[in-house]
């Protein structure tokens, strides 16, 4: 089996190359951004079909059509930029002309923004990685995000079966990255109102939305499990004495009303 990784390569020595003025008005996002943070917090933990649902040859960047010349240049590929009347959600494609023609060429998307998030949303909550030798900072969609991307996905992108159990299996790697990467922010902050501010987000905009409601009741997923309890209230006690638990227990009073609903409506009629 291909290690799912290994296409993380590509990704750095393409980041890598970018003049950091450039790297600042791109965020990696999609399968890759998901991927790079299970390569960093999961790598030790995942089964087989974890790594395979999340594995992931696309590079995707957020980004406009400025971004896509300037990147086609530097990278020595072509770029194709969609016509006025083309409703591609793209802003363009780079191919990179690594496989002798355009055709079979490995390709990067730029999109304008994430399917279910804003651009301001994504440029706000992503974090910062470096790429490469140089060190070139790129901005990258957070656990938070890639998890909040992955469920309006199932939401509504109408998948089939298939593809549907493969987001799930991606939705609950993003919820056991969250954890770990709470963790951390917890260790490497001295102050709470950071990860305050991000559990926040995650529970109000992300657990709480009626997408988030939606998919968990009907694919039986428990989100809650993204919240390293014991390590939060060492750092703030109210946070979740005072917010989480009564969060928490709004959210799964509203899961629990949504299945009975699903259920009722599973119900035969009887004549």
């Not at 790598?43 to 086609?72: H, K, N």
């Not at 305050?196 to 009907?218: F, G, H």
């Not at 039986?220 to 979740?240: C, H, M, N, T």
Request: aromatic share 8%; hydrophobic share 35%; with cysteine.
């Amino acid at each position: 089996m291909i290690d799912p990784f290994d296409t993380l390569h590509e990704a750095e020595r393409l980041l890598s190359k970018l003049p950091q003025d450039l790297a600042d008005r791109i965020v990696l996002i999609g399968g890759q951004a998901l991927l790079l943070w299970a390569e960093h917090y999961l790598i030790d933990q995942l089964t087989g079909l974890q790594s395979e649902s999340l594995s992931s040859d696309d590079l995707d960047l957020m980004g406009r059509r400025p971004e896509v010349i300037e990147c086609a240049r530097i990278w020595g590929g072509e770029y194709r930029i969609p016509e006025m009347d083309d409703h591609s959600p793209q802003s363009g494609i780079v191919f990179l002309n690594n496989k002798g023609t355009i055709e079979d060429s490995e390709a990067v998307d730029f999109l304008p923004t994430v399917y279910g998030l804003t651009p301001k949303e994504v440029h706000a909550h992503s974090d910062k990685m470096r790429f490469g030798e140089n060190e070139v900072v790129v901005k990258v969609m957070s656990p938070p995000l890639c998890l909040k991307s992955r469920i309006e996905n199932l939401n509504g992108l109408h998948y089939g079966e298939e593809k549907a159990q493969r987001e799930i299996l991606r939705i609950t790697s993003a919820t056991s990255i969250i954890y770990h990467w709470l963790i951390d922010f917890c260790n490497n902050t001295e102050d709470h109102r950071p990860v305050a501010k991000a559990v926040t987000y995650i529970m109000d905009n992300i657990l709480l939305s009626p997408s988030s409601i939606k998919i968990c009741a009907k694919y039986s997923i428990d989100l809650s499990s993204s919240f390293p309890l014991e390590r939060l209230k060492s750092k703030y006690p109210p946070l979740v004495d005072e917010y989480l638990n009564r969060k928490l227990s709004e959210y799964e009073s509203r899961l629990a009303r949504r299945a009975k609903a699903i259920n009722r409506l599973k119900q035969p009629v009887n004549n």
